[in-house]
């Protein structure tokens, strides 16, 4: 086991694992922008290292300085968290090459699925069902028209080296797809340096589904169940829980079935998370993160593993040490991401936190690197928190929600508790009755 651990991140996900390693008898080693000199991960970590200024590209995302962070503490292993360079198959590569352990995936599945058209290719290799579209690049206008009259229309182009949304256009008709083609290339090369898109069926009403997975060294694969992730902004998710209201118990086992034999057949290791989106009882791929999700805490409420821990047994060469069949799934988990923002017009609002609060109670966990005092800054990601509430079923969970809704407090800025207020009250959430398009309909209303 790794005697020492340096946390490439920030926040609440920093702070995550932190507590998982001293748990398991790990140092750890934070590292900082002069931003988050005073941040609640620097204030716990056995040591801290200040990696840069305010601006993510000089600090988090500066791979020298992180590397160089690791050989001065002497640490054994580096996890990424997720975000910033989680899924950086050139950084997890120099990880090792400087003899750290990337707690994460090998670099070539993380090359593999960040490639959109690669990621397709090879969840059709691995018997995962996916969206009909292109087979890969769609180079022109005309072969772009060609593959829509095909799989008809409304579709969708997305860029091949995307995510969260950039890069993706939605073509009603045939008068739409050339300038939603150009538009589409133009977003993926300013956002990723790759203009290739490629060109997939527009589902109407669809859900998002995930199934998350671990894999060990030695070969074997369990998946932990699904989480729906369905209540989206601008492709960014909002809330999630698990077990899906949508799916029954033949399906839920089904799809775990065929995502976990399809990373058993690309010999993958570590956490990853498969994507789908869901529609009249079908499941389509759309991509799979090599990496921890934001979400992980629900599957973790209800199936009782710790994924960070797993992330560095694994990563350490220790078997997963369970098979599916031992596997139990308890109850109902809901998770609501608490952002520092207005809950009406989505702005951004860093500053001072006055008071806090955060709720408690019997099945209650709030994941958050915030105190009173806390000044959040302006630089990095407006996601302040985690409010992840258990119950025995959907139902209980929900009752338990609404009232640590109620009862959390965070003065001086303002945040989105409102907004999940307002969706935990609404007749269609509380029916588990919505898609991946409710969400923009919902705050549309307002």
């Known amino acids: 086991m790794f005697e020492k651990v340096l946390v490439a991140n920030r926040g609440e996900i920093a702070l995550r694992i932190h507590r998982a390693c001293k ?23 056995d040591e801290a290292v200040c990696i840069g200024p305010a601006q993510a590209r000089e600090s988090y995302l500066n791979i020298p300085a992180i590397l160089s962070a690791a050989t001065i503490t002497g640490a054994d292993a580096i996890h990424p968290g997720y975000g910033f360079l989680s899924e950086n198959a050139d950084f997890a590569s120099m990880v090792e090459e400087h003899g750290f352990t990337f707690i994460g995936p090998s670099p070539d599945h993380i090359r593999m699925m960040g490639d959109k058209i690669a990621a397709k290719r090879a969840a059709l290799e691995t018997g995962i069902p996916v969206v009909p579209g292109s087979d890969g690049a769609v180079e022109t206008v005309d072969e772009a028209m060609h593959i829509a009259h095909d799989i008809g229309f409304p579709v969708l182009i997305k860029a091949a080296a995307g995510g969260g949304g950039r890069g993706m256009k939605v073509a009603e008709t045939r008068a739409d797809l050339k300038n939603a083609w150009q538009v589409a290339r133009t977003e993926a090369m300013s956002s990723f340096g790759n203009e290739e898109v490629y060109i997939e069926k527009y589902l109407s009403r669809p859900r998002h589904i995930e199934v998350q997975i671990l894999a060990d060294l030695h070969g074997n694969v369990v998946h932990l169940g699904e989480r729906d992730c369905s209540l989206q902004r601008r492709h960014q998710k909002v809330l999630e829980e698990a077990p899906s209201p949508a799916l029954n118990w033949s399906q839920r086992n089904e799809i775990g079935h065929v995502a976990a034999e399809a990373i058993r057949k690309l010999g993958y290791r570590s956490v990853g998370t498969i994507e789908f989106l869901y529609e009249n009882g079908g499941f389509y791929f759309i991509e799979m993160n090599t990496r921890l ?41 809901i998770e609501c991401r608490i952002n520092a923002e207005d809950p009406d017009t989505f702005q951004p609002s860093p500053g001072r936190v006055g008071d806090y609060h955060p709720p408690g109670g019997l099945g209650v966990r709030v994941d958050s690197a915030i105190y009173s005092g806390y000044a959040i800054p302006p630089y990095y990601d407006s996601m302040i928190g985690k409010l992840i509430v258990h119950g025995a079923n959907r139902n209980e969970c929900l009752m338990r929600l609404r009232r640590c809704l109620e009862e959390y407090v965070i003065d001086g800025i303002k945040s989105t508790i409102p907004l999940h207020q307002r969706l935990v009250a609404n007749p269609d959430f509380v029916n588990g009755d919505y898609d991946i398009h409710w969400l923009e309909k919902f705050v549309g209303m307002k």
């Open 293 to 333: 999700q934001v979400e992980h805490p629900v599957t973790e409420m209800i199936c009782g593993l710790d994924l960070v821990r797993e992330m560095v047994r694994v990563a350490s060469g220790a078997p997963l040490g369970y098979t599916q069949d031992n596997l139990r799934f308890s109850g109902h988990a």
């Open 23 to 45: 748990e398991m008898g790990i140092r750890t080693v934070a590292v900082h922008s002069t931003a988050d000199a005073d941040a609640m991960h620097v204030r716990l970590a």
